[in-house]
């Protein structure tokens, strides 16, 4: 029953679809991991970050396997890849528990290809390519602005942070992306009979149309506005509270060279961002001092109490007076981590805590 089944799929897709064999979509995911390590791993990638491309052109690649749903088991295979190693922080924080939140990052990838498959089934290769950039575009801005866990990390943009020909400025996070998208689904057109079919005059037309492009599009230094906050910021993993102000005592010694216009380009951080669950429990009075002292801000993740047993993930914001000005809670709907005081408290799923919508908010205090 299934030789005639797949041959009627096969009649069904369009001319010119070609799908890959399994090795070459084993080459593919392989491809796709390959280039999303290089351009994420690295702290600066530098023009590394532009193979961004090439793991989007192998995930368009891989929507041409012959089903919709081959087409989605290899994009949650590619998502897995990908994203799995660049979050292996989960696994120390969460366990098992892991799996399942790689697994829901793993699945956009996925839903991205069978989307992608069905457009270039259904209305051809050329068609189909034009709606590839919105179809990545629109998944992305879901995950990361409409979805309700706002998964917005190791998207398709965010490398080319660095990049400086990369005009963010005018076309924001999602208008790169889209570009990124709109580039690898245009090589999904290209063909090895249309290198013979370039001529001088084309080389001579790109090398001319790239810098003036490039010109018009990235802001000059002088255009730039002048920064007026320094940001830094520290990942540690459920640091004590000594290793947290050595750490805090180290940058602030730290001067940043910024390439801000004017003098005093030199400067230093004004605003600290510490990690999620930092503390184990609201900012202590150490904590506060050394921000009165030193005069900065600082938004550092730990616990607020809740009733009971339970506490909420809080973000709270300390001022330059040493008070707390501003608390946010997080929702933990997905995976709760467990509170140390619980009695009794074994696993992710008998552990006590709790589940808000609503932001508890201080109120708000003049910083001096």
């Known amino acids: 029953m299934s030789e005639p089944t797949e041959t009627k799929l096969e009649a069904e897709l369009p001319v010119g679809?070609?799908?890959?064999?399994?090795?070459?979509?084993?080459?593919?995911?392989?491809?796709?991991?390959?280039?999303?390590?290089?351009?994420?791993t690295p702290a600066s990638s530098g023009p590394l970050a532009?193979?961004?491309?090439?793991?989007?052109?192998?995930?368009?690649?891989?929507a041409r396997l012959k089903t919709t749903r081959q087409s989605f088991y290899a994009g949650l295979l590619t998502g897995l890849v990908c994203f799995a190693p660049q979050l292996e922080c989960f696994?120390?924080?969460?366990?098992?528990?892991?799996?399942?939140?790689?697994?829901?990052?793993a699945l956009?990838?996925?839903?991205?290809?069978?989307?992608?498959?069905?457009?270039?089934?259904?209305?051809?290769?050329?068609?189909?390519a034009l709606l590839i950039p919105f179809l990545w575009t629109g998944l992305e801005y879901f995950r990361s602005e409409l979805y309700y866990l706002k998964f917005s990390w190791l998207n398709g943009s965010l490398a080319l942070a660095d990049v400086p020909f990369v005009p963010f400025g005018l076309l924001g996070n999602y208008g790169v992306s889209f570009a990124v998208a709109a580039l690898a689904a245009s090589l999904l057109l290209f063909r090895r009979r249309h290198l013979g079919q370039i001529r001088p005059a084309h080389v001579i037309l790109f090398?001319?149309?790239?810098?003036?492009?490039?010109?018009l599009l990235i802001p000059t230094n002088s255009k730039l506005p002048r920064r007026s906050l320094v940001v830094a910021g520290v990942q540690m993993e459920f640091p004590d509270e000594k290793q947290?102000?050595?750490?805090?005592?180290?940058?602030?010694?730290?001067?940043?060279?910024?390439?801000?216009?004017?003098?005093?380009?030199?400067?230093?951080?004004?605003?600290?961002?510490?990690?999620?669950?930092?503390?184990d429990g609201?900012?202590?009075?150490?904590?506060?001092?050394?921000c009165?002292?030193?005069?900065?801000?600082?938004?550092?993740?730990?616990?607020?109490?809740?009733?009971?047993?339970?506490?909420?993930?809080?973000?709270?914001?300390?001022?330059?007076?040493?008070?707390?000005?501003?608390?946010?809670?997080i929702d933990l709907s997905l995976y709760p981590v467990p509170s140390p005081q619980a009695p009794g408290c074994k696993t992710l799923s008998t552990c006590p805590f709790i589940r808000s919508r609503s932001p508890l908010r201080s109120a708000a205090q003049p910083c001096s």
């Not at 532009?50 to 995930?59: E, I, K, N, Q, S």
């Not at 940043?256 to 030199?266: C, E, F, K, Q, R």
């Open 108 to 128: 956009w990838i996925a839903l991205f290809l069978s989307l992608a498959h069905l457009a270039l089934a259904r209305v051809g290769l050329k068609r189909g």
């Open 244 to 279: 947290m102000l050595q750490a805090l005592d180290k940058i602030v010694a730290t001067q940043l060279n910024l390439p801000l216009p004017g003098p005093g380009a030199s400067t230093n951080v004004d605003l600290i961002v510490l990690s999620e669950y930092t503390l």
């Open 17 to 40: 679809f070609h799908p890959p064999n399994w090795r070459q979509a084993a080459l593919l995911v392989l491809g796709a991991a390959a280039c999303f390590h290089t351009t994420y």
């Open 282 to 290: 609201p900012p202590p009075e150490r904590l506060k001092a050394w």
């Open 207 to 215: 090398i001319l149309l790239v810098p003036i492009s490039l010109f």
């Open 50 to 62: 532009l193979l961004v491309v090439g793991y989007v052109a192998c995930l368009v690649r891989l």
């Open 292 to 329: 009165r002292t030193n005069q900065k801000f600082l938004i550092v993740g730990g616990k607020d109490a809740a009733p009971g047993n339970n506490y909420y993930n809080t973000a709270f914001v300390i001022s330059t007076n040493g008070e707390i000005v501003f608390k946010d809670t």
């Open 91 to 105: 696994w120390r924080i969460f366990g098992a528990g892991a799996i399942a939140l790689w697994l829901v990052l």
